[in-house]
């Protein structure tokens, strides 16, 4: 198909700035790009990890972490909630709906229990402590 006449083209572009109103067709999400990722920081200190994890526009009800070992997963699940009135139609909606997931494994293994989450003005951000060995144990010599 000619990259003019499909969407996201520059025949798209075009019409975007030169004439906003006349070049609209209902789209609902079909063929838009979708997220890539959850864009995430990861900082280390001596007891730890910290993460800030992106995702606005999502219920803290909607993400869920989990931790294996040093394994980090985070999945969020993007609702849609059309609110139309009777004679309206949707005309673009470019938002993504569905779920986004992403996996990454640090150097040190987490303490799960101690593990804490916090989210807020659509920025996730985890307090990963680094989980303690036994510690050294002497061996008596026989």
Do not use: C
């Not at 101690?114 to 060995?133: N, S």
């Amino acid at each position: 198909m000619n990259s003019l006449v499909t969407r996201g083209g520059l025949l798209d572009e075009f019409f975007k700035d030169f004439a906003p109103g006349f070049y609209v067709r209902p789209l609902h999400g079909d063929g838009l790009p979708t997220p890539q990722q959850i864009k995430v920081d990861v900082k280390e200190n001596d007891g730890g990890y910290t993460v800030h994890a992106e995702i606005p526009g999502v219920p803290k009800e909607d993400i869920h972490v989990s931790l294996d070992g040093n394994v980090v997963s985070l999945r969020a699940e993007v609702r849609q909630h059309d609110q139309q009135t009777e004679g309206d139609k949707v005309l673009r909606s470019e938002r993504y709906y569905g779920a986004v997931a992403r996996s990454f494994q640090l150097p040190a293994e987490i303490d799960a229990q101690e593990a804490k989450a916090k989210y807020d003005h659509g920025v996730l951000t985890l307090t990963l402590p680094k989980k303690r060995g036994a510690g050294g144990q002497r061996l008596a010599i026989e």
